[in-house]
């Protein structure tokens, strides 16, 4: 999702720098703080819900430290039988990119800042389970078994 900011107000830096710039942009109002394991947890089952892990990354030192992108970042497995498995969200990680150059050389002499959102979905499912090595076939017959054939 791209987010265009116009920054055409005279006082934008204190009013656009923090992670609640970013959080107003891409998330809302109330941010959520935790995330369901599963797409059926029930809200009175506080085991079944995790919270979202924040992960600020400012740029070098700035006067106005603005964030430019929210990543999220979703790991997630496979859970339960191997005939049915259901997706399980393992952890979930916020991460808010700031700006590392000037407010003038990042838009470019424009009125206007692209603010991005992204997500990523990674997978952390234990390999399928196999044989270690090819099963042996142990069958004893019973002493008379070919006896009407010999």
């Known amino acids: ?4 900011l ?3 107000t005279g006082g934008y ?3 656009l720098s923090g992670p609640a710039a ?11 703080q935790h995330v369901a394991s599963f797409g059926n947890s029930l809200l009175d089952s506080p085991m079944d819900w995790l919270p979202i892990k924040n992960n600020l990354n400012p740029g070098e030192a700035q006067s106005c430290s603005i964030p ?3 990543h999220l970042e979703v790991e997630w497995t496979q859970y339960g039988s191997l ?3 259901q997706a399980q969200i393992v952890s979930i990680k916020e991460i808010i ?5 000037s407010l003038e050389v990042l838009s470019a002499g424009s009125s206007t800042l692209s603010i991005s959102s992204s997500v990523a979905f990674i997978p952390v499912s234990a390999a399928l389970p196999g044989y270690r090595a090819t099963p042996t076939i142990d069958a004893k017959l019973p002493f008379d078994f070919f006896f009407p054939f010999v």
């Open 1 to 4: 999702m791209l987010t265009v």
């Open 68 to 70: 430019l992108s929210l």
């Open 83 to 85: 005939v049915n498995p």
């Open 97 to 101: 990119q700031t700006n590392t150059t």
């Open 13 to 15: 830096c204190q009013l």
């Open 22 to 32: 970013a959080a107003g942009c891409s998330e809302g109002a109330e941010p959520p």
């Open 6 to 8: 116009s920054l055409q």
